[in-house]
């Protein structure tokens, strides 16, 4: 593996540099964005490898507990802050993070204790990187169902309480929003899974062929990790969807979005 | 037949009875409470029609629970109306479909909100009719909120006017 020196970082980061000086120019704004995301990339793995570097060097269990915990707590605020018609109170927070929760932590602990086998199985080399791949995509695929699926019951209210005022419940009266929102949160693990190999290298096994792996190790922990996203992205969709769903109708199946307030 | 201004809370009156939105006050059907039942089942039988109707499927028998082709008929349809396209149904069109499919499930009290707002006089005619003519077969029960005094007088039995967050009723004779 060859080392990366700060001054190849360096020239990498006057391409961004660049980057930024010319979409500046001509469209406002953006230039500062990208300088921002940039400094912010570069901060944020900075102190996430001191991180792991420290934990790696104490591998308790409380401390990947801990760190597994703040995960979770920043992809929910995520998932609450991309969804632009939120539930009021602690549903907003709470539905996203339950259902990231129930499904990226039971599938990373599934991964590590039956299918990778780590001693410990909370072996922080392994529990914190699928960790953070699972709640990265989970948290993608449970923003966008969530948001889809607020924002169209907004919409399309009329016709759901038509279908109530014709005796539907309101399993069936939302049902077809229900089926867009799953299937908007699952598009990209399913487009990344069919893709995969072909038309674009995962990141994963690219970072591994990268550091020197031989490439048919690294092809298999990625379809492991790619099998793993998508169950975790899928569970975690249809249990954010699913709770939602509830949430929007009272015991008397009447339609609530008294219960959505506008971001 | 209810009357009252516009934005009086003659349509919130009839969905807080149809059971749509959270209410004050206990609905009653022949002695059984509204909560006593299902929702749904509440809904099937106190059928609310609103002013706007809307549809969420491509063809217009896909919205009957029940096919109910003489209906239709009554209301001066042909019997190949259920394989109709919805998009290239005129807006009177949807609005006597929509009464329709509310009365092929056979409710105990229809709430009816301007009904015949968008249709021409031989359609106001054959709507009326057929209320009429349903009430009387099922011994079933209307609301019907009306703007038009001509048609109170022709069908009216009680009239109710809502003014000021007030349900007054009037004289049926004088609309």
Known sequence: MIHLSNLDLAIAALLVLALAFFAGRHHGPLGRQILIAGIRTTVQLLLIGLVLKALFADARLIWVLLMALVMLVVAGYEVRARQHRRFTGAWGYGIGSLSMFMSSFTVTFFALWVVIGTDPWYQPQYAIPLLGMLLGNTMTGVSVAMDRLNQSAWEQRERIEARLMLGHSAREAISHLRQQAVRSGLIPIINAMTAAGIVSLPGMMTGQILAGAPPVEAVKYQILVMFLIAVGTGLGTLGAVAISCRRLFDERQRLRLDRLREA | ?175
């Open chain 2, 1 to 175: 037949m209810i009357s009252g201004g516009s934005g009086a809370g003659k349509t919130l009156l009839l969905r807080a009875i149809a059971d749509l939105d959270p209410h004050q006050g206990e609905l009653r059907l022949e002695d059984v409470p509204s909560h006593n039942m299902p929702a749904t089942r509440w809904r099937a039988q106190v059928c609310y029609v609103s002013s706007e109707s809307q549809w969420w499927s491509d063809r217009v028998a896909e919205h009957f629970a029940t096919a109910a082709p003489e209906l239709c008929q009554s209301l001066g349809f042909p019997p190949d109306v259920l394989e109709w396209a919805v998009r290239r149904l005129s807006s009177g069109e949807r609005q006597r479909l929509a009464l329709a499919r509310a009365l092929a499930l056979r409710p105990r009290v229809l709430l009816l909100d301007e009904p015949t707002a968008n249709l021409d006089p031989d359609n106001t005619a054959r709507v009326e009719r057929l209320v009429c003519e349903y009430c009387k077969k099922e011994n079933a029960a209307v609301l019907w909120v009306s703007h038009d005094p001509e048609q109170r007088r022709r069908l009216a039995q009680r009239h109710w006017v809502i003014e000021a967050g007030r349900v007054r009723e009037e004289n049926p004779a004088t609309p």
